[in-house]
């Protein structure tokens, strides 16, 4: 018999899934231009509170083609930065619009869908 290591207690591990992730219009406050923003709602699918999530964030053109200007770990949620509640076992966080992450048309292209892993968690 091999000895393995011990795998943290699956209990104790931070898991999400996306549920939908969106691409709306968006007007940059500075000046007016027209951008587009990843709204991206997820559910807590472990059995602790959530205080903050990473997502990696891939936008596409309409010919399905990979677009710049994405990220491979981007902040999508924390509880402190918009005075929110932390999200509990089972809850799904729907993303208020205007807090998403942003995408630049004007030098990346126009992003017609995203694809979206979450990346990592934080309990606090």
Same mark, same amino acid.
């Given at each position: 018999h091999h000895?393995?290591?011990? %795998?943290?207690?699956p209990?104790? /591990?931070?898991?999400?899934?996306? /549920?939908?992730? !969106?691409?709306? %219009? &968006?007007?940059? %406050?500075s000046n007016g231009a027209s951008a587009q923003m990843v709204l991206i709602d997820w559910k807590? @699918?472990?059995? !602790?509170?959530?205080?903050?999530?990473?997502?990696e964030i891939t936008p596409f053109d309409e010919n399905g083609k990979k677009l710049e200007g994405g990220s491979s770990e981007q902040c999508v949620f924390s509880y402190e930065d918009n005075d929110m509640k932390k999200i509990e076992?089972?809850? @799904? &966080?729907v993303e208020p619009k205007g807090l998403g992450f942003i995408l630049f048309p004007m030098i990346y292209g126009e992003a017609k869908r995203v694809e979206v892993r979450m990346v990592r968690f934080e309990a606090d």
């Open positions: 000895a393995f290591p011990v %795998p943290p207690n209990a104790d /591990v931070l898991t999400g899934e996306v /549920v939908a992730s !969106r691409v709306v %219009p &968006y007007e940059l %406050p807590n @699918t472990s059995n !602790r509170a959530i205080a903050a999530a990473w997502a076992p089972g809850e @799904t &966080y």
